[in-house]
């Protein structure tokens, strides 16, 4: 006895089509939101690394804060960066230094202090070997006098009981989304927690 195939007609094939469609429609905003979710997740967990490499340094240094090059790209000093300085606490990691969202948005030529870094890269990584920046070197150049040494408990957050206030580093612009937005920026603290600036 015969068999007899039967096939989807061209309306069926349409119909299925369709549908496919539609259910995609439907899941690739979600699939988008929970990727961006995740490299947020991600980000904030390379800060949490780097805050016990931080700590560890710290130690080792007894608080005295380091001298860095802020941007390598740009050999402002003879400093290292802040990620050479960390190195040694974290040997063979170099990934906890970049951040899956990291991507040079913002239009650097108005801004003096970028408008002289090299172009044509597409991440800060790539750029300066880091998605991080280093705020309290920032902090610092305007209470450090001739080089002395500066440690952590001597800034004024600090001292007022305001560790969680205190931004150590952060990324370097809005990486998980829009500018000032909740959950667009994470920043690791000096009470060592990764947080979000927003309402604080």
């Known amino acids: 006895m015969k068999r007899r ?33 995740g490299n947020r997740i991600a980000c904030a967990g390379n800060l949490n690394d780097i805050g016990k490499q931080f700590q560890m340094y710290l130690n080792d240094s007894h608080g005295i804060l380091p001298y860095v090059d802020l941007m390598p790209s740009v ?14 606490y974290a040997p063979n990691i170099s990934e906890v230094y970049h951040c899956p969202s990291d991507v040079i948005g913002n239009d650097t030529s108005s801004d003096s202090t970028t408008a002289i870094a090299p172009s044509g890269f597409l991440t800060y990584f790539d750029r300066e ?18 080089h002395d040494p500066m440690h952590l408990n001597a800034l004024s957050l600090y001292k007022d009981g305001k560790q969680n206030l205190l931004r ?33």
């Not at 094939?13 to 988008?32: D, F, Q, R, Y």
């Not at 050999?75 to 040694?88: C, G, H, K, M």
């Not at 070997?129 to 001739?146: H, P």
Request: proline residues 6%.
């Open 75 to 88: 050999p402002l000093n003879t400093f290292p960066s802040i990620r050479e300085v960390l190195q040694p």
């Open 129 to 146: 070997k880091c998605s991080y920046y280093y705020e309290l070197d920032r902090q610092l150049d305007t209470l450090r006098m001739n």
């Open 5 to 37: 195939f039967v096939a989807f007609t061209l309306v069926e094939l349409l119909v299925v089509i369709g549908i496919i469609s539609i259910l995609i429609s439907i899941l690739m905003p979600a699939l988008s939101a929970l990727r961006v979710r």
């Open 168 to 200: 150590i580093m952060h990324d370097w612009e809005a990486f998980h989304g829009p500018p000032g937005s909740v959950g667009s920026q994470n920043h690791l603290f000096a009470d060592w927690h990764v947080g979000d600036l927003v309402g604080q």
